[in-house]
């Protein structure tokens, strides 16, 4: 099986939604006109259930334990539960939120290539895999609409900054899950996939901007927000090309977004390369102004290097810079509250004057495979309006070290090495640090990137 995020979970949801499927249209009602059949059907409805239920908490374990975020999210699909109670009420109440629109590409063609059994299966399948890594990344799946789905990320009780966060990592995972799991689990099962993807729009609307009500009748209501910055999600993601997410301005500034992890989205007409800068539509308001809206495209090969998988997984993505190495291990851990824990890539925000350990492990397997001495090189990379401010924006390479090789690894119980780069969170936006090892040939033997969001 090929490498992938959830593949092994995303496999079984798909064979379950198949069989399912099959099942239901190979068989008419007349046939269970007895009892004897109808227990048959329902104990194999009830196991296909079993089956998607697991595939579908499998998504989200694999996820969730890749950024340690603990439990599983069992928020219903539909209405965002902190705005509950405004259900058929006219109160209004004003909060934030993250809004992610995302649509599956091309999927109309389906209908055309194969039976409509599979065309359920293959589109249910996605978008079920979908809501559970907007789930999985602490998001509210608020509704499906056809091959497409709209999600909320944050809440009364979830940190503005880390709403962001899980909502552009969220688009980072869905890219990928699409690119390295969905579409080639897809292929080896037989269906042409390679034409589908992901289009994905983000933005986040501030409390002064955001508007929760209830729309609708009396028995046949929806809470949900109303702001500009809602309704540009959705058109954001139909500006996004096919497995790309774009991104609205109030979204980049509000995190202080990088420029290193965004694109200014290009396209070719006759020969001629254009580029988008704002949303393809201008607005203006009550007292004549208009409005252009600035909006960018996630840059997803360097974006989803920093996700906080194995580089094992992450090398195989088209575009990556990363390197595995058997026996070789990069993490990072922090100080919080005395305590000290792993921090895992892009996961959260830290507060500002949290040390840090940024550590590369070499296990006995390295002083045994590889050419030594080895040098290992730490870069830091600083981004953002407060870095700036005090010229510490940049590239900051740290002293290479030297390793020379340690004889003891012969004995039974040889430790191996770690070394360690230490840090502290200081301005506010997305940080990074590289690791680099490189053999006695100066081959680049392992290279992973950590990154590290400040609030």
């Known amino acids: 099986m090929k490498k992938g995020i959830s593949r092994k979970s995303f496999d079984g949801l798909l064979d379950s939604a198949r069989k399912k499927t099959l099942h239901k249209s190979s068989v008419s009602t007349e046939d269970f006109s007895g009892s004897i059949f109808e227990s048959a059907y329902d104990s194999a409805a009830q196991a296909s259930t079993s089956r998607e239920i697991q ?56 209908s055309f290539i194969y039976d409509l059994e599979d065309v359920v299966a293959i589109k249910n399948t996605i978008l079920k895999a979908a809501a559970e890594t907007v789930r999985a990344m602490d998001g509210y799946v608020h509704r499906f609409m056809g091959d497409a789905l709209l999600a909320f990320f944050g809440g009364k009780d979830v940190n503005k900054d880390d709403s962001v966060i899980n909502a552009i990592n969220c688009a980072s995972v869905l890219e990928s899950l699409m690119i390295g799991t969905i579409i080639p689990a897809l292929e080896d099962n037989g269906f042409k996939a390679s034409y589908l993807g992901f289009r994905i729009g983000l933005d986040y609307g501030a409390d002064e901007k955001v508007l929760w009500s209830s729309y609708g009748l009396k028995g046949v209501y929806e809470v949900t927000a109303t702001s500009f910055h809602v309704d540009v999600a959705a058109k954001l993601q139909n500006m ?83 390197v595995s ?29 949290v040390s840090l350990s940024f550590k590369v492990q070499l296990s006995k397997s390295v002083y045994e495979e590889q050419k030594f001495p080895l040098s ?7 981004h953002g309006k407060e870095a700036e401010l005090r010229e510490q924006a940049g590239t900051f390479p740290k002293p290479v070290t030297v390793i020379v090789r340690d004889m003891g690894f012969r004995t039974p119980f040889f430790p191996g090495k770690t070394i360690e780069e230490p840090e502290s969170t200081s301005y506010r936006g997305l940080h990074t640090m590289e690791a680099e090892v490189k053999d006695a040939d100066l081959k680049i033997i392992f290279k992973d990137i950590i990154g590290i969001y400040i609030k």
């Open 376 to 382: 290992i090189t730490f870069t830091k990379r600083n």
């Open 240 to 322: 996004a090309g096919r497995n790309k997410a774009m991104l609205g301005d109030s979204i980049m500034n509000e995190i202080d977004f990088p420029k290193a992890y965004q694109k200014v989205k290009a396209y070719t007409v006759n020969n001629e390369v254009k580029y988008v800068y704002t949303l393809n539509r201008e607005y203006t308001d009550a007292l004549g102004q208009t409005h252009t809206y600035k909006v960018r495209e996630l840059y997803h090969e360097a974006y989803r290097d920093l996700l906080p998988y194995s580089t094992d997984l992450k090398e195989t993505f088209y575009g990556s810079t990363t």
């Open 55 to 110: 595939a579908t908490e499998s998504i989200q374990r694999d996820i969730r334990a890749a950024f340690k975020k603990p439990g599983l999210n069992h928020n219903p699909i539909g209405g965002h539960p902190d705005f509950a109670h405004l259900a058929e009420t006219d109160q209004q109440e004003k909060h934030h939120i993250c809004s992610l629109f995302l649509d599956i590409k091309n999927s109309t063609r389906l």
């Open 325 to 353: 190495c058997h026996g070789i291990t990069y993490f990072c851990n922090c100080i919080e509250n005395g305590l000290e824990t792993e921090y895992r890539s892009i996961s959260r925000a830290l507060e500002k004057g």
